[in-house]
C-alpha cells in the first residue's frame, strides 16, 4: 500500500549563495531508500514544469521514494538574480542537491533531467557516485539547438512591435562582445549562454553506462520522437547503457503559457520507477 510522505522547505549554502530546497520525504528513509533529484528545464520552462515535477513528487514519494529539488542560483527561490546565472554554477548547485540528499539520509541517489535539465543532468551524472539511473523528461540533446529555438522568441517579439529585426547572429555578437541580452524577461549573461552552447549529450554520454528511462511526449499517435532523438539513444546503447525509451501522448507541457499536464508522463514514469527492481 502507497505510504505517507513529508514535505519540507529548507535555505542550504550553495557556491554563490543560499538556494532554496523542497524536500518529498517518505515515511522511512533507509539504506534502500531512492531519491530523486531534479535537474529542472531553462527559464520560463521550469515554471512551466513545476507542477508536473510537483505531481512526480506527490505520487513517488508515497512509494518510499524521495524526491529533492533546488532552485538553482539566479533562479526560483533562491539567492540571486537570473542575469548572475550561469552555466557551471547551476551544475555545481545541482551537485550540491546531490550532495545534501546524501545528508538527508539517502544513499541511493538518481536525476530526473527536464528539458535542458537533461543536459546538467548528465554533466553531474559524471561527478556524482554510485548513481542509481538517470530519468530523462522531453531531454533536450543539444543546448546551441535550444540557444537557437530561445533567441527566435526574441526576433519574433520584435517584429510583432515592428522593431529593427535582429538575426540569431547579431544577439549573440552582443553576447560574444560581453553584453546581456533579455527574452522574455530573462537577463542572458556571456557565461550562461556559452556554458549552454557547449553542452550536448554527444561529448557526456562516452562514459557513463547507467539505466535511463528516457520519455518523450509526443502530440499524437502518428507522431514520432525526433530522428536525432533515436540516433542518440542507439549510439548510448551501443556504449552498453540500458535505456527503456517510452513515448507518451499528450500536449508539450513545457511550452503552454497556461498549466498544461501529462498525467500519463507520470503514471509512466512511476511504473518505471516501480517496476525498476
Given at each position: 500500500m502507497p505510504s505517507q510522505y513529508r514535505i519540507k522547505a529548507d535555505l542550504i549554502q550553495g557556491g554563490a549563495g543560499k538556494l532554496f530546497a523542497l524536500h518529498y520525504a517518505p515515511q522511512n528513509i533507509t539504506s534502500d531508500t531512492e531519491c530523486f533529484v531534479v535537474a529542472a528545464s531553462f527559464a520560463e520552462e521550469m515554471n512551466r514544469c513545476r507542477?508536473?515535477?510537483?505531481?512526480?513528487?506527490?505520487?513517488?514519494?508515497?512509494?518510499?521514494?524521495?524526491?529533492?529539488?533546488?532552485?538553482?542560483?539566479?533562479?526560483?527561490?533562491?539567492?540571486?538574480?537570473?542575469?548572475?546565472?550561469n552555466w557551471e554554477q547551476s551544475c555545481q548547485d545541482l551537485l550540491g542537491?546531490?550532495?545534501?540528499?546524501?545528508?538527508?539520509?539517502?544513499?541511493?541517489?538518481?536525476?530526473?533531467?527536464?528539458?535542458?535539465?537533461?543536459?546538467?543532468?548528465?554533466?553531474?551524472a559524471q561527478e556524482t557516485k554510485h548513481l542509481q539511473r538517470l530519468i530523462l523528461w522531453q531531454p533536450v540533446i543539444s543546448g546551441q539547438a535550444a540557444l537557437i529555438q530561445f533567441l527566435r522568441i526574441r526576433i519574433a517579439a520584435s517584429m510583432q512591435r515592428g522593431e529593427q529585426q535582429e538575426t540569431v547572429q547579431d544577439l549573440e555578437n552582443q553576447i560574444n562582445s560581453g553584453q546581456h541580452i533579455s527574452v522574455s524577461g530573462y537577463d542572458i549573461g556571456p557565461a550562461l549562454f556559452k556554458g549552454i552552447k557547449a553542452a550536448k549529450f554527444d561529448s557526456l554520454v562516452d562514459s557513463l553506462v547507467v539505466p535511463v528511462g528516457w520519455f518523450t511526449v509526443i502530440t499524437s499517435a502518428d507522431r514520432k520522437t525526433p530522428r536525432s532523438d533515436m540516433m542518440m539513444i542507439e549510439k548510448w546503447r551501443q556504449k552498453g547503457a540500458r535505456i527503456d525509451h517510452q513515448e507518451i501522448i499528450g500536449p508539450p507541457f513545457w511550452l503552454?503559457?497556461?498549466?498544461?499536464?501529462?498525467?500519463?508522463?507520470?503514471?509512466?514514469?512511476?511504473r518505471y520507477v516501480t517496476q525498476f527492481y
Open positions: 507542477y508536473m515535477n510537483t505531481m512526480f513528487a506527490q505520487q513517488v514519494s508515497q512509494f518510499n521514494y524521495g524526491f529533492l529539488s533546488i532552485d538553482a542560483y539566479g533562479t526560483g527561490d533562491s539567492e540571486g538574480e537570473f542575469k548572475d546565472s542537491a546531490v550532495t545534501y540528499a546524501r545528508t538527508l539520509g539517502y544513499q541511493k541517489i538518481s536525476i530526473l533531467g527536464v528539458r535542458l535539465g537533461a543536459l546538467q543532468a548528465l554533466q553531474v503552454a503559457h497556461e498549466r498544461t499536464l501529462v498525467p500519463e508522463l507520470i503514471e509512466a514514469t512511476v
